[in-house]
């Protein structure tokens, strides 16, 4: 079951990725380089509900489970399932960026602000739970150095906002990072439990047995 959830991480990556692609060729006009990924799931797109289900919802999804494969690793090792709430709770923050946005009524719509509250919000469960990460890795004596690091260049990402006219191109960047970060702790977290499997499928040696002399 953990490999399971451990896997959908992997997938977030790529499927984001993918469904982004394929909406932004079925939008007429549409510039990955200066149009928001919001903009294909607004109010008044061609394929809003599509599009909301399939990346936003689904991409959410998958990094919420993968947090819940996390708690499940954590937990059979005796730590604090902190981080794996954490990035559960990212997920639910993704996910929740398929509510659609008004692009006509912007912040006059309740629906933009929500939209807006997931998105924008969403950087703070995913820096604590990149922290919390960095921490508990290095409690179990695997530390990452990619895991522990890669994360802060969401910050000098997002600052390009204020300097470049490529917003769409900046807010691409910005989502890459994060679900790069997920797709690698989940291969690290699944490694991780194929060596732990592995190790638990060996025969026990009796205490005093010398080694080469099991019979």
């Known amino acids: 079951m953990r490999k399971s959830l451990l896997r959908l991480g992997i997938l977030a990556t790529p499927w984001w990725a993918v469904t982004l692609l394929l909406f932004g060729a079925l939008e007429p006009g549409y510039s990955h380089l200066y149009h928001a990924a919001s903009e294909l799931g607004a109010f008044g797109a061609s394929n809003p509900l599509a ?6 919802f689904l991409t959410g999804a998958f990094v919420a489970l993968s947090g819940l494969g996390f708690m499940g690793y954590l937990r059979s090792r005796g730590e604090s399932r902190a981080a794996g709430w954490w990035l559960a709770i990212l997920g639910v923050m993704l996910a929740g960026a398929a509510v659609p ?29 990149a922290w919390q990460t960095h921490s508990v890795l290095g409690r179990l004596g695997h530390p990452s150095r990619f895991l522990s690091y890669f994360p802060w260049l969401i910050l000098p990402v997002f600052l390009l906002h204020g300097f470049l006219s490529q917003g769409g191109l900046v807010q691409r960047l910005t989502i890459l990072i994060v679900l790069i970060w997920v797709s690698a702790l989940s ?29």
């Open 187 to 215: 291969w690290h977290l699944l490694r991780r439990v194929d060596v732990h499997d592995a190790a638990l499928s060996l025969p026990l040696v009796p205490a005093g047995t010398l080694p080469g002399r099991v019979r």
């Open 51 to 56: 599009m909301n289900v399939a990346c936003f």
């Open 101 to 129: 946005a008004d692009m006509e009524l912007y912040f006059q719509s309740p629906w933009t602000v929500i939209h807006a509250f997931f998105v924008l919000f969403g950087v703070v469960p995913f820096l604590i739970a």
